[in-house]
């Protein structure tokens, strides 16, 4: 019975409990200020009105209300055993490799050493150019510049002797020009020379079939001091020359 009491009273919601309380406060706070009142003033009240005052019944204390819970007690679930498990496949145990017996080792057999005439050498070909003007490309060095931002053009025959009147098609990003050998005969009759500024530049031959050379540029960051002169911008920024040599080989 207490159990089940101490259950009811749990779903007992605190607003409720709050005005039960309040209500048993007052009630209490009524009948004892009733019967002070009638203590007090029993000497000096009426005989008639004594009596009647006495003749009421104290007050009786209201009975708790029965809560009715609003939440069913649910019973503890009963928990089931989980089954065995029980694997799928049964693992096949691998049987033990036998081990091959060794073979015992034979003597090897004796190499026959067959002599053969030398044969004559293959003759190698020599490749076929693909232009008839071949072009080799060398940067001076600080004492061969001294500061200098040329090309210095050289197109040669077959014997190495220069090829005047040889025009040098010189091409740049945004212009181009034409350079002709033989104007500097003290040289020799296949040289010329370019002035380069900043940018990048190719060139080949205008009128003969040969390779394009380039591009070359003077815009290279980085200064070598010739050792002979002490010329500070023997080779520096927009200051560095080349040599290109054409030569005909067909």
């Not at 034409?178 to 500097?184: L, S, V």
Request: glycine share 4%; charged share 15%.
């Amino acid at each position: 019975m207490l159990d089940r009491l101490n259950l009811e009273f749990q779903d007992v919601p605190p607003r409720d409990w709050k005005l039960l309380i309040s209500l048993l406060v007052m009630a209490n706070l009524v009948t004892m200020t009733s019967f002070s009142w009638v203590v007090l003033n029993r000497v000096s009240m009426p005989h008639s009105v004594r009596g009647r005052v006495m003749a009421q019944p104290i007050a009786t204390r209201t009975p708790w209300p029965t809560f009715t819970p609003t939440v069913p007690v649910t019973p503890s679930p009963t928990y089931t055993r989980i089954p065995t498990w029980t694997p799928f496949y049964t693992v096949t145990p691998t049987p033990t490799e036998t081990s091959t017996p060794t073979q015992t080792p034979q003597p090897p057999t004796p190499e026959q050493i067959v002599m053969e005439a030398p044969r004559p050498p293959t003759p190698t070909s020599t490749p076929t150019p693909a232009h008839d003007f071949i072009a080799s490309v060398r940067q001076l060095s600080p004492c061969e510049n001294e500061g200098k931002h040329h090309i210095f053009i050289h197109v040669r025959d077959k014997e190495g002797q220069g090829i005047p009147n040889a025009r040098v098609h010189i091409t740049w990003p945004g212009g181009e020009t034409y350079a002709t050998t033989g104007r500097k005969l003290e040289v020799h009759p296949g040289f010329v020379d370019f002035a380069m500024f900043k940018g990048s530049y190719t060139l080949r031959l205008a009128d003969l079939d040969s390779e394009v050379v380039g591009p070359l540029t003077p815009d290279i960051a980085r200064s070598e001091i010739c050792d002979k002169t002490g010329n500070p911008v023997a080779n520096s920024l927009y200051h560095y020359s080349y040599e290109v040599i054409f030569q005909q080989v067909r």
